[in-house]
């Protein structure tokens, strides 16, 4: 069995809407692009490494249309690989699906997902706010990359909603911070929910 890998940024109130560019998801949302400013070489460093092993993208709707509009025209090592891999499409529609290698994904999501990770070794997913609430919620993933970004914007979708459950994780490497501040934080999903204590108590003993 593989592993359903997270990739997302966030501002440090959670926000994780629409960092790559203004026009990424622009409806009511004035900060699109808000990571750009940001990125150093380290962080660009951290980016390409979590990528490493990806053998399949998944991918919500909106993210894949981006994606698919751009990567296929795109040489570099990152439009290498998202080329040459399977993608798969959660949507409720019927996306374009002429990027090689693209399939769409029943309406069953938990049970699709769970396919795709028993044939896939590496499987990441990126951006796709709606798709990856659902994932956790589920309990659908193994692995979480999060970029916290020293930014508050105060509006925008949250990477964690309201329809987020009681989860435990474990940090799987050191915290490492990039020179404009952005801290890239990797955890790994454990089993269980989480535990509760008395500190008051403790400190009494």
Do not use: C
Not at 82 to 91: D, E, G, L, Q, R
Not at 151 to 158: A, E, F, I, Y
Not at 179 to 198: F, I, N, Q
């Amino acid at each position: 069995m593989g592993l359903i890998h997270i990739a997302m940024f966030a501002t440090l109130d959670l926000v994780g809407q629409a960092p790559g560019g203004p026009d990424e998801d622009p409806i009511g949302f004035p900060f699109g692009g808000w990571q750009a400013p940001l990125l150093d070489e380290v962080a660009g460093a951290q980016i390409e490494a979590a990528y490493e092993g990806t053998d399949a993208l998944l991918l919500g709707r909106r993210t894949y249309d981006i994606f698919a509009s751009y990567w296929p025209h795109q040489k570099d090592a990152f439009g290498t690989l998202f080329n040459s891999i399977p993608k798969y499409v959660a949507s409720r529609g019927k996306p374009d699906l002429s990027w090689a290698g693209s399939t769409q994904l029943g309406p069953d999501l938990p049970d699709a997902v769970r396919e795709i990770r028993d044939r896939h070794e590496h499987v990441k997913v990126v951006g796709s706010l709606n798709l990856v609430q659902t994932l956790l919620h589920e309990k659908l993933f193994d692995r979480l990359d999060l970029w916290l970004h020293p930014l508050v914007l105060g509006v925008g979708k949250k990477v964690f909603d309201d329809g987020a459950v009681p989860t435990n994780l474990t940090l799987i490497a050191p915290p490492a911070a990039s020179p404009k501040g952005t801290v890239h934080l990797r955890y790994g999903l454990v089993e269980g929910t989480p535990a509760t204590g008395d500190m008051t108590a403790e400190r009494t003993s």
